[in-house]
């Protein structure tokens, strides 16, 4: 709602200023509201209806960013609706019965009314000056469009790319894991220095300590999280990611210990920012896989916490059966099995009876006659025809170092491998890099990498935005077309699009703000919105040769005029409200709608400045000479 103020006033400022211009004219109340508002209907119609028509692809996304976004897109598209009912029938309703009949000019009223008069004359003359003849036209929008290029082409590889702003609510996860072997106690009593170091930052509010395990899959008396809760953001000088890198260098220097230090907000699948999965079937070709990985990609600029899910267990005990000897006693390797099973894990022989109750009798040998391979070489195995053999003539014994865990994914075998990206590198950037470095490396036939978390998330918000970006586009010039009834005007007005680009991408680029799901929805948000000042414009110069008869110069040059102050007002409306949002304005959150407002703003700014002399220029040189009559 915040987001549609501007929006929804706008439609009521044309009108009101359209009946105001009438009763300048010597209109009474009455005459004044219905000619000021029947003059503007298809205009405003128009300019709501392209408002709308940018929502239907958020609103049908099925993806998650259509989850976010869905409904934000229904309550701007419902409000801008009753926007437009309004504007049409209680605004000029109310105009009539309450607009006073005469009109006192007090002294300021007479000042704004002066500094009204001197930008008006200003730009009349400056667009005479443009539309003087068609090659200084042709000059305009030329410059106009290698501007466009120029800026498109310096700001925008400059720009970064990230799913969602990180949020700064004060969490900060730390995991820590040492070396195997550590006991609690040793645990309990190395994180005491991390405690320490900790809490010497004055804006540490308090610390958690969660000790034996990290998440569901990673338990072990070696490893540990801590959660630290920061004081407010208004209470420090530092922001969440500083804190983050203060952290990070506070706790490098401790030996024999792997710390990863992160933001505890985020909005993937539960997995780090930059997390991805290498897949296959082979254990061992993995691991060797997994080490060309590690190498290539550790030293990529901006990842910091990289790390992988392949943990090396404890040492155990592993027996091969020699199937050849096997085959030559007649024995079967279920029948080898079977009989280890009931040495060490033993076997239910009998039950004892007690009073009504029922025990298992269980026969094995003792713990410290299987405890290494050379005891377990000896346990007896019987064969088919009565002979015995010990088990180390019939298999290989000894000792192997076997895995912690071992991860499924898309029914492969799988290593998933996890980092963040450090202070000042778009999340985009990082995997951009990770995943050419990836790319270097020759895979087996049958194994590959995949994306996850917060990097998939992002590829499908990328590819979903740029598909509701280009039906937004079409929706809105399939919209004016059957409004204007021509289909050569609507793309003089889809050039607005191109000219708010230029001033989107620089803003930006210079409030370090990245390109985002926020960001992106305010570049859609602008397609419906910066036409709306060259549909004004157009329709009342289309007016002007269809009712008056005069050639295209004479038209723009009086619609130019006449309808300067309507755009000036609506755009400041527009603008004034998205600047809360720009601003930053509220502690909640104020991350995610700043980039909204900051595009939103900067792109109507640029976009209004070059439609009092672009759209003009644009229609002047490609116009013809004379209206067709309707």
Do not use: C
Not at 324 to 344: N, Q
Not at 396 to 412: A, C, P, V
Not at 462 to 476: E, N, Q, Y
Request: hydrophobic content about 45%; aromatic content about 8%.
């Amino acid at each position: 709602l915040s987001v549609t103020v501007g929006v929804l006033v706008a439609n009521s400022i044309v009108v009101i200023e359209n009946i105001f211009r009438h009763k300048d004219l010597g209109e009474d109340n009455k005459n004044s509201a219905i000619k000021g508002t029947s003059e503007v209907t298809l205009a405003v119609l128009a300019s709501t209806l392209t408002n709308l028509v940018v929502f239907i692809p958020i609103i049908n996304m099925s993806s998650i960013v259509g989850m976010y976004l869905r409904e934000f897109a229904l309550a701007a598209t419902f409000a801008t609706i009753f926007s437009l009912m309004m504007s049409f029938t209680l605004t000029p309703m109310l105009a009539s019965l309450i607009l006073p009949k005469t009109q006192k000019i007090g002294r300021i009223r007479k000042y704004f009314d002066n500094l009204e008069e001197k930008a008006t004359n200003a730009y009349s003359k400056s667009l005479g000056l443009v539309l003087k003849n068609k090659w200084i036209s042709f000059f305009v929008l030329a410059g106009t469009l290698i501007a466009f290029v120029l800026i498109v082409g310096f700001y925008g590889p400059k720009l970064g790319f990230e799913f969602m702003p990180s949020i700064d609510d004060g969490l900060i996860s730390i995991e820590v894991e040492y070396p195997e072997g550590y006991n609690l106690s040793s645990t309990i009593k190395s994180l005491t220095e991390i405690e320490n170091r900790l809490k010497r930052n004055k804006e540490v509010h308090h610390i958690l300590f969660d000790i034996g395990q990290i998440g569901f899959l990673d338990i072990g008396a070696n490893m540990a999280k801590i959660d630290v809760k920061l004081v407010d953001v208004n209470q420090r000088d530092k922001s969440l990611d500083k804190m983050v890198s203060t952290f990070v260098a506070q706790l490098a220097d401790l030996p024999g210990v792997k710390i990863k230090v992160s933001p505890a907000t985020n909005m993937g699948e539960g997995t780090a920012p930059v997390t991805f999965y290498l897949l296959g079937q082979d254990v061992t070709v993995l691991e060797q896989l997994k080490e060309k990985i590690i190498k290539k990609v550790k030293d990529t600029p901006g990842l910091i916490n990289f790390d992988n899910s392949s943990r090396t267990g404890k040492p155990e005990i592993s027996i091969t059966p020699n199937r050849e000897k096997l085959s030559e006693t007649g024995l079967t390797v279920s029948e080898l099995a079977f009989t280890i099973r009931s040495a060490i894990e033993g076997l239910e022989s009998s039950k004892y009876r007690e009073l009504g109750n029922e025990y298992d009798i269980i026969v094995t040998m003792k713990d410290e006659s299987v405890n290494s391979p050379d005891k377990i070489g000896n346990i007896p195995i019987v064969g088919r025809n009565g002979e015995t053999f010990r088990l180390a003539q019939l298999a290989d014994i000894k000792f192997s170092q076997g895995y912690s865990r071992i991860l499924h994914r898309d029914r492969y075998v799988a290593i998933s491998f996890s980092g963040s990206p450090a202070e000042g590198y778009p999340l985009g950037n990082v995997t951009s890099e990770v995943d050419r470095r990836l790319q270097e490396i020759k895979f087996p036939q049958g194994y590959s990498y995949t994306w996850g978390g917060n990097t998939k998330m992002m590829n499908e918000m990328f590819a979903d935005m740029a598909f509701a970006f280009i039906l937004a586009v079409i929706l809105t010039y399939m919209l004016i077309a059957a409004l204007l009834e021509s289909f050569i005007q609507p793309l003089y007005i889809m050039m607005t699009i191109v000219l708010a680009l230029m001033g989107a991408l620089p803003a930006l680029y210079y409030t370090d703000i990245s390109l985002g799901i926020t960001s992106i929805m305010g570049i859609i948000m602008l397609i419906g919105i910066v036409v709306n000042n060259a549909i004004l414009l157009l329709d009342y110069t289309n007016q002007l040769r269809r009712n008056e008869g005069l050639s295209s110069k004479e038209a723009l040059l009086k619609a130019g005029f006449i309808k300067f102050k309507p755009q000036i007002m609506s755009a400041t409306a527009l603008m004034l409200g998205m600047l809360p949002m720009a601003l930053g304005i509220g502690d909640a959150g104020k991350e995610i709608r700043t980039p909204m407002g900051v595009v939103s703003i900067f792109g109507l700014l640029a976009a209004t400045v070059m439609t009092l002399y672009v759209i003009p220029s644009t229609y002047f040189l490609l116009s013809r000479k004379k209206q067709k009559s309707i």
